[in-house]
């Protein structure tokens, strides 16, 4: 079945630090992609998504494309804040499995001024 | 435009005892979804209403949980009896349409079931 695999944390960053946070995913179709984050106390959002190959989805400085060719999602930011201390989730959304989404476990990002 | 709330926030029961989640999706949505994620490990699909049907109850462990959707309007979870491992957060989220459309999550409800 379908599966999100997504890098281990915490990760932990100084103010500024180039992020990467690596997801790759198996899919039986063309899934859809998604980053959800999880700040402290707080629900789920939507951070940014990605509908098809090669797409690009970006939102507050993060972003992440789409790679068929390897499989990944991976989501990136040049310079983190210290707001950006939160729980990052990986998922895909696909249409062999009903479009209810499979997650990737999350990852803990930790930005220390 | 009022998104998803969930009530409640926080419940604390003990083993053998009923709890029911309640879920408002966002007006106007008619596919709600109910995810939970147990200590450690990742967020799991239960189940998923398009309106007042459920489309997929795939991901519903056992027969202790019972999912309602009355006039497709709020949906609400019921755990009967609670076991031990049914804790941790329930999320609920709805969407407009199904697809690539997104999928927009309440703030979850933490069970502890002692």
């Known amino acids: 079945g379908d599966s999100v695999t997504q890098m281990e944390g915490p990760v932990t960053l100084s103010e500024e630090a180039f992020l990467t946070i690596n997801c790759t995913y198996t899919?039986?179709?063309?899934?859809?992609l998604f980053w959800y984050v999880q700040y402290p106390g707080e629900g789920l959002q939507l951070l940014l998504k990605a509908t098809k190959a090669d797409d690009k989805g970006s939102n507050k400085g993060f972003e992440a494309t789409y790679r068929k060719e390897t499989t990944s999602f991976h989501l990136e930011k040049g310079s983190v804040q210290v707001s950006d201390s939160a729980v990052y989730f990986c998922a895909l959304s696909d249409p062999g499995s009903n479009y209810q989404l499979i997650w990737g476990a999350g990852t803990k990002l930790i930005i220390k001024p | 435009e009022a998104g998803v709330t969930q009530f409640p926030s926080h419940s604390v029961i003990e083993k053998g005892q009923t709890v029911t989640l309640r879920c408002d999706p966002i007006?106007?949505?008619?596919?709600l979804y109910w995810y939970r994620r147990v200590m450690g490990k990742e967020i799991k699909f239960l189940l998923h209403f398009v309106k007042e049907s459920k489309q997929d109850e795939s991901g519903m462990p056992n027969n202790r949980f019972l999912a309602e959707r009355t006039g497709g309007t709020y949906s609400t979870l019921k755990v009967q009896p609670a076991e031990l491992e049914d804790s941790g957060v329930y999320f609920c989220a709805s969407s407009q349409n199904l697809g690539t459309d997104t999928q927009y999550f309440g703030p979850g409800t933490r069970l502890t079931v002692l």
């Open positions: 899919a039986t179709g063309y899934p859809s």
């Open positions: 007006s106007g949505h008619d596919n």
